[in-house]
């Protein structure tokens, strides 16, 4: 018991408690890192199509909730949705401001001012 005591109380003794403390925390860190990289790789490998389209949906998830995107993505999908009155709205002011760009660049390559 003396013995321990001693053990415990010595500051090399804490020093390499600490050491091996530190030693066993980064064993974990890399088995927990191993063991998500084996489970991606085993559920990759069992069915690739399953895999990819749960993958597709989740980075869409992320990608709506990162930029805040509103929306249905089922919807969009369905052609009738862009056959609404909006749609050709869209489409006119799509165009014009492109026809205004190019213009633009016309008028300045020749050197038009207004």
Known sequence: KTQMNNFLLS?????????????????VET??????????????????QLFINKWL???SRDLKTMTDVTGSPEEERRVDYYYQPWVSEGVCRYFYGKIQQKRAELDSSMGVRH
Do not use: C, G, M, V
Not at 11 to 27: A, C, G, H, P, R
Not at 33 to 46: D, H
């Open 11 to 27: 500051t090399t003794s804490q020093q390499e408690i600490l050491s091996l403390d530190n030693k066993i925390q980064e064993t």
């Open 31 to 48: 088995i927990n890192s191993l063991k998500t990289s084996r489970e991606f790789f085993l559920s990759t490998a069992k069915d690739p």
């Open 57 to 59: 949906q989740s980075q």
